[in-house]
Structures are given as structure tokens and as C-alpha cells.
């Protein structure tokens, strides 16, 4: 393991990892493999832990509820930018795609629907019923410029 750099005259044996922002945050700083880290450097941390409960909490503005995982950490260590990269761009297309699914679902119980024009390789979105489409690659009469 790496020999940590003394800090201010002290010998530094050990290094540790405190997460904040992560819902109240980890209540204690886990410990590292010896490691300097320096302000405003991006890290991934990969945490191993252990879950300790399951609670249910009303997710406001609906009658639905979340399931909560409350998870006892108990080991955390730093993994390569391009590994975490990878692996929280995955997780984030996730979650975009289940705010849609979610958005269209809240979209279709209150009547709206939707119309996507499949067969634009430039679709911009969605377009409401009764609304033209508006192509800049059509003249006036709605046929394709040549």
C-alpha cells in the first residue's frame, strides 16, 4: 500500500472517505486504502454494504409510496474515472427513461395523448392532437422540397 504524505509535522496512517449529499449524507467516515485525494478532484466510490431495513414513505404529491433502503455501509474504495463513468451513465439513462415512462403514464390517466412521428429521423418530440407538424424540409403545401 501506498505510504501516505505527512499533513501539517503528523504522520497520516490511515485515509477514510465521508459522503455528503447521499440523503443525510454516511454518518461516519469509512476507511480507504491509503489514498491523497485533493479538493475539487472527481472521485467514483464504490460502497459494499449491507441492508439493514426497508421502509415505505409517501412520494409526495401522489398516493404512491417509495420503497427506502436504508443499507449499512461497511467498505468503500475508488474505482477508474471510465469504469464509474460507464456505470452512472447507465444508471442515469435508467432513471431518464422511467421519468418518461412515468411523465406519459401521469400524461395518459389525465387524458392527454400523445403522437410521435415515427418516420422523422429529426423528430423534435411529441405532438399534440389537433397541432400541425411543421417541417422546415416541406413547402407550403406540406409536400417534401426537392
Do not use: C, Y
Not at 509535522?9 to 480507504?32: H, N, Q, W, Y
Not at 486504502?33 to 441492508?51: A, K, M, N, Q, S
Not at 392532437?129 to 409536400?143: A, Y
Amino acid at each position: 500500500m501506498a505510504k501516505l504524505s505527512n499533513f501539517e509535522g503528523s504522520e497520516v496512517i490511515t485515509a477514510r472517505i465521508t459522503i455528503t449529499k447521499a440523503g443525510d449524507g454516511l454518518s461516519e467516515p469509512l476507511d480507504l486504502r491509503p489514498v491523497e485525494l485533493h479538493t475539487g478532484e472527481e472521485v467514483f466510490v464504490l460502497l459494499r454494504g449491507e441492508v439493514a431495513e426497508v421502509r415505505h414513505k409517501g412520494v409526495k404529491g401522489t398516493d404512491a409510496m417509495a420503497r427506502v433502503h436504508v443499507v449499512a455501509t461497511n467498505l468503500a474504495t475508488l474505482v477508474d474515472g471510465e469504469t464509474g463513468a460507464a456505470i452512472l451513465a447507465s444508471i442515469e439513462a435508467d432513471l431518464a427513461e422511467k421519468r418518461e415512462a412515468d411523465e406519459r403514464a401521469a400524461e395518459a390517466s389525465a387524458g392527454i395523448q400523445r403522437i410521435w412521428d415515427e418516420d422523422d429521423e429529426d423528430d423534435d418530440g411529441p405532438v399534440s392532437p389537433g397541432l400541425s407538424v411543421v417541417h422546415d424540409d416541406w413547402d407550403e403545401e406540406g409536400d417534401e422540397d426537392e
